[in-house]
């Protein structure tokens, strides 16, 4: 009885995956399978390479504004001491 009921879960379950990974193709632009499973990206090439410029720009204004800040706290420092 109990492998019976192993079968129909083993079964159903690569039933599913045939299923999803048949229709994926169709619809996913990008179909990546890592550690933490399957994952589809529905975006289109251009617009994956958008949203990376995107980032792109972000990061470099996080690193400006840092870098900023950081000048900032060199004009706070007090003058040193005369000898």
């Known amino acids: 009885m109990q492998s019976r009921l192993g079968t129909g879960f083993v ?3 690569c039933l599913l995956m045939l ?5 994926g193709p169709a ?7 890592g ?9 289109s090439r251009q ?7 995107d980032a792109r720009r972000d990061r ?3 690193r400006r504004d840092r ?3 950081d000048d900032d ?7 040193p001491r005369p000898r």
Do not use: K, N, Y
């Open 19 to 23: 299923g999803w990974f048949g229709a």
């Open 27 to 33: 619809s996913a632009q990008r179909l990546e399978i």
């Open 60 to 62: 470099e204004e996080l």
């Open 11 to 13: 079964l159903a379950g």
């Open 73 to 79: 706290d060199a004009d706070d420092d007090p003058p």
């Open 35 to 43: 550690p933490e499973g399957p994952s589809v990206d529905l975006r």
């Open 47 to 53: 617009q994956r390479a958008i949203d990376r410029e």
């Open 67 to 69: 870098d900023i800040d």
